[in-house]
């Protein structure tokens, strides 16, 4: 199967925007999902579908998925935000499911 | 509310065998798929494992296919995970985790238990 690649780490200072990318050809073709995982605890959906948040994720966790690239922004960078991230899809060439290789966010 | 709750790992010889179980409460558990994902330490999160909804279809990731076996019971509302010849690199944590649906192409993990850890080692 195929790795969906992602920045090791982003670092963001408080109250600013941080972007986390998940990369692979044609990804805008597979629904993209996504989690938060902070240390010591089980990951976390926080955006679904590409682009919606399920219940009781905050609004500035926000998601898209276009051409060979899809995006987590989190706006209004708290430090409660700082986690691991992974990205996900359903790959439909061997019914595997695929993750990123995570992104370390370190808000500063 | 929904909970799945992993049985304690272990430490298990190289060669050795486990089965961890999930049991699952707060949704009926025959309508989802359900999936294994794992964790070794300092790692990130590969996926093992998932049985499907309707048929328990199963399928295994390459790195644990015709050693481990899954498998549900949805009169117990249960998930499991047979592994057998364990390896060190099988060392990890391992998450049972709740699919949003049956397995296909919008499939992810809405629920996911708190992991049990299991050590291969001698």
């Known amino acids: 199967s195929y790795v969906l690649t992602q920045p090791p780490s982003v670092s963001v200072a408080p109250g600013k925007t941080a972007r986390i990318t998940c990369g692979k050809n044609?990804?805008?073709?597979?629904?993209v999902h996504w989690y938060q995982q902070k240390p010591g605890q089980a990951p976390v959906l926080v955006i679904n579908y590409d682009s919606d948040r399920p219940s009781g994720i905050p609004e500035r966790f926000s998601g898209s998925n276009s051409g060979n690239t899809a995006t987590l922004t989190i706006s209004r960078v708290e430090a409660g935000d700082e986690a691991d991230y992974y990205c996900q899809v359903w790959d439909s060439g061997s019914d595997h499911v695929v993750f990123g290789g995570g992104t370390k966010l370190t808000v500063l | 509310e929904v909970q799945l709750l992993e049985s304690e790992g272990g430490l298990v010889q190289p060669g050795g065998s486990l089965r961890l179980s999930c049991a699952a409460s707060?949704?009926?558990?025959?309508?989802?798929?359900m999936s294994w994902v794992r964790q070794a330490p300092g790692k990130g999160l590969e996926w093992v494992s998932t049985v499907s909804a309707g048929d328990s279809s199963t399928y295994y990731a390459d790195s644990v296919k015709g050693r481990f076996t899954i498998s549900r019971d949805n009169s117990k509302s249960t998930l499991y995970l047979q592994m057998n010849s364990l390896r060190a690199e099988d060392t990890a944590v391992y998450y049972c985790?709740?699919?949003?649906?049956?397995?296909?192409?919008?499939?992810?993990?809405?629920?996911w238990g708190q992991g049990t850890t299991v050590t291969v080692s001698s």
């Open positions: 707060g949704f009926t558990f025959s309508h989802y798929a």
């Open positions: 044609n990804i805008e073709s597979q629904s």
């Open positions: 985790a709740k699919g949003n649906g049956d397995y296909s192409y919008y499939y992810h993990m809405d629920v």
